[in-house]
């Protein structure tokens, strides 16, 4: 040490150099000690978050409650002959979890909405009054329809004001839904319980032996994971490192927590519809029984796909026909999904969860029915030569497409309508997306570089894109233009999308030019 201590003026006569030493070796221990602590600390931390963020609910259900079934809603004709659906968007309190009142939203009721049900060729029209007390909207998810009637964020309905869209259903058979998706607030009014299916019929799949009565063999699957705080509210709190945003501990099916299902049934049919705001599930029995995936998003596929698991992002639909015995219980379960993630951005996106879905009782005479058919429809295939032009749109961060944000301002493609394009769709981030695209199914190419699975391979609206993931797709922009009001394209993760990870486009007529940015219409 060179350091000249008795140098100091302000150094007492004495022995000061050790006095010093003592005092630093003191300092130095402490700081050691607090390091220390600060460190099991940080890893305490990192345990308890690394912990915490591992969640499931498989062992520790009863199975106590009945599964609710969202009611049918019942249309009236007008003297116009259209079947018209009146929905009334409202908050209240819901009992969640048992003995609780927790403050939710609801259609038609204080959380989820009525089941609409509609044919091929109806003209239908929806009366969505918003009882809410912030505007909102209400889309219409996988339905091919004007843009004006789309429900999009240019569509907002103000408190207190019914918005009524009108269209004519012209698509096959599908398992739909309609959600808010007001700019910058869909996962908050997706979470707080506004949500329904639309369910879309048509001849062909009518003809089809297949379970098709709603609620008794044909059921509905509307999976929410919601996160409750100690007053049994909904939690809106921020998790720690999720790349996704809010994922819940507790799942809720068709709004019942702790679910089971009685049948009569052999063959019971479910409608599987991953309604969260941004987790990912991978269903399929807890015994690994094999079922029959017969339709994904758009509709059934040409055949069924014999399976023991599917997995589903949010927005997505399946529909599977399972078989059960007389007098048993199984478990419908959702096993960890494969995201594509590392173990650590694995861990905080959902990738180790798993939970029980519901329970299926089957009762001690089941009334039998056919199996499912080998085949159930003819699809028509987009044909890759006929695309006319080919868009490239890369998913960047957890906010961007194209290394833009969203803006209600900027159109960023057109369309021309009565066209089949092909898109390709890369995610160029770490981060787990999925892609939805309005107005339209698509069919796909590729799937990361290899023909698409069967799961896959039918009428799809939303696909799942792992990191480094590229999916080409075919679509076919039919029937409606607009220059001005645009349809989007978006990761169907809520918080992604209401960061910006979204874009708009329209549809134009041929030769037409978009109108230019559509006006801010009333919102903020
Ligand atoms: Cu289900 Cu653009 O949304
Ligand atoms: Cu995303």
Redesign the pocket.
């Known amino acids: 040490m060179t350091t000249d201590f008795a140098a100091s003026p302000a150094m007492p006569p004495g022995r000061p150099v050790r006095r010093r030493r003592r005092l630093l070796l003191r300092l130095l221990l402490g700081a050691l000690a607090l390091g220390l602590v600060a460190v099991l600390g940080l890893a305490g931390l990192a345990t308890w978050l690394w912990s915490q963020a591992d969640m499931s609910n498989v062992g520790q259900l009863r199975f106590a409650n009945q599964l609710k079934i969202p009611p049918l809603l019942e249309p009236r004709l007008d003297g116009a002959g259209r079947k018209v659906f009146d929905l009334r968007l409202q908050a209240g309190t819901s009992e969640l979890l048992a003995g609780r009142r927790t403050e939710t939203w609801g259609a038609n009721g204080a959380y989820l909405g009525p089941t609409i049900r509609a044919a091929r060729g109806d003209r239908v029209v929806m009366n969505v009054r918003n009882e809410l007390p912030e505007a909102t909207t209400i889309h219409w998810h996988g339905m091919h329809l004007p843009a004006a009637a789309d429900g999009g964020p240019h569509q907002p309905i103000q408190p207190a004001t019914t918005w009524s869209p009108s269209w004519r259903i012209d698509q096959p058979a599908a398992t739909l839904w309609y959600h808010p998706h007001l700019h910058e607030r869909s996962e908050d009014h997706v979470y707080r319980g506004v949500a329904g299916l639309f369910l879309l019929e048509d001849p062909e799949a009518n003809s089809l032996a297949l379970p098709k009565d709603y609620g008794t063999d044909d059921i509905p699957v509307i999976l929410q994971d919601k996160r409750f705080d100690e007053q049994g509210q909904l939690d809106f709190g921020e998790p720690a490192f999720s790349p996704i945003g809010r994922l819940g501990d507790q799942l809720l099916v068709n709004g019942t927590h702790d679910p089971h299902l009685t049948t009569r049934h052999q063959r019971v049919r479910f409608r599987l519809l991953n309604a969260s705001t941004a987790r990912s599930y991978h269903l399929g029995f807890a015994d690994s029984r094999p079922f029959d995936l017969i339709a994904t998003d758009g509709g059934l596929l040409e055949a069924p796909h014999r399976t023991t698991r599917v997995p589903l992002s949010p927005g997505e639909r399946a529909e599977i026909v399972a078989v059960f015995q007389p007098g048993e219980r199984v478990v419908l379960r959702s096993f960890q999904p494969n995201l594509g993630l590392g173990s650590l951005e694995g861990r905080f996106a959902g990738a180790d969860d798993t939970f029980d879905v519901l329970q299926v009782r089957a009762g001690s005479e089941l009334s039998g029915a056919p199996p499912v058919p080998d085949r159930l429809v003819v699809r028509q295939r987009l044909d890759q030569a006929e695309a006319v032009r080919t868009r490239r749109l890369e998913?960047n961060g957890?906010s961007r497409i194209n290394d833009q944000r969203m803006d209600l301002g900027r159109i960023d493609q057109a369309v021309t309508v009565d066209t089949t394009e092909l898109w390709e769709v890369a995610n160029r981030s770490g981060?787990p997306?999925?892609f939805h695209v309005h107005d339209v199914q698509f069919q796909l190419i590729d799937y990361a570089g290899r023909p698409p699975p069967p799961h896959l391979a039918g009428w799809k609206d939303t696909v799942f894109l792992p990191p480094s993931a590229t999916v080409r797709l075919l679509a076919r922009f039919a029937g409606y233009s607009d220059p001005e009001l645009p349809y989007m394209f978006h990761?169907h993760?809520l918080r992604?999308e209401d960061n910006g990870?979204m874009g708009q486009f329209v549809v134009v007529g041929p030769g037409q030019a978009p109108a230019g940015p559509p006006a801010r219409h009333g919102h903020q």
Request: aromatic share 0%.
């Open positions: 998913l957890s981060n997306h999925n990761c993760l992604h990870m």
